[in-house]
């Protein structure tokens, strides 16, 4: 009986906390989310009663453009903040039509495609956007368009970058899940896995390298003139090529250690 109790709780624990379903499988990354998820879900009353209250003072005449404001900045934070957590806990809206009856092994594929080939490129060119997004907001100390709001938008706008990389960590732990299913999950593997996403990173990576080298090497020179140097213009093509030579070197190796 204590037994059966057990099992009844752990199945009660999983309906009731997305965060509980398969926590054996949960990495660091995962728990890491969730925690964030939970303590950010605290936020929600705090926005319900600052929506009750606005509703209740604009029908007294006496609206407050700060609490306006207020209400964008939680619902814009907490909501992506959310989309994390769903990716981990896999609580989001699904249209399950076909895919409910597909094989594990088929799921899996599946995952792996959406995940890695359309989600995590998505991700992380949101992230780079938002990056050059939040530095031109925080440049001019952006603030509330009333005079009454709050000031300091750019605080909300440089915690939108993070969020996303925590999205794409999200993305890609749950992508290492999905490949543990269909194979040994090596780096090459990984990195098919997620190619798209890879060879932007990579390019990236190598283009912002090559921007502070030019930086450097040139002070003079003006700063938007900088992406236009031909040496930046291929960098796509090395990004390409870092990605290929780090699949190769980590598939011959793994094939020699397994001879």
């Known amino acids: 009986m204590p037994g059966n109790a057990d099992v009844t709780l752990e199945q009660s624990l999983a309906i009731s906390d997305p965060g509980e379903r398969d926590r054996e499988h949960h990495t660091r990354v995962d728990r890491l989310v969730i925690w964030v998820g939970n303590i950010t879900a605290w936020l929600f009353p705090i926005l319900i009663v600052a929506i009750c209250t606005q509703v209740v003072i ?4 006496m609206n407050q453009a700060w609490l306006d404001d207020a209400q964008w900045w939680l ?6 903040v959310g989309f994390g957590y769903a990716i981990t806990t896999q609580s989001h809206v699904r249209v399950d039509i076909l895919h409910q009856n597909f094989s594990p092994a088929k799921k ?13 490129p998505f991700l992380l060119i949101m992230a780079d956007m938002l990056f050059h997004y939040a530095w031109a907001s925080f440049l001019a100390r952006e603030g509330s368009d009333s005079p009454n709001g709050l000031h300091g938008l750019y605080l909300l706008k440089m915690s ?31 990195l098919i896995g997620c190619f798209p996403a890879a060879w932007f990173a990579a390019e990236r990576c190598i283009y912002y390298v090559l921007w502070w080298v030019v930086r450097f090497s040139n002070p003079e020179i003006r700063v938007r003139r900088i992406s236009r140097e031909p040496l930046l213009e291929p960098t796509m093509w090395y990004g390409l090529a870092l990605v290929l030579i780090l699949i190769a070197i980590s598939y011959l190796r793994n094939r020699r250690q397994a001879t």
């Open 108 to 120: 899996a594929r599946t995952e792996v495609f959406g995940l890695g080939w359309l989600l995590l």
């Open 160 to 190: 939108l970058p993070l969020i996303f990389m925590m999205c794409a960590a999200a993305t890609a732990s749950m992508l290492t899940r999905h490949l543990k299913t269909l194979t040994d999950l090596q780096l090459w593997t990984f």
């Open 58 to 61: 604009r029908k007294l005449g």
């Open 75 to 80: 619902y814009g934070f907490v909501m992506t």
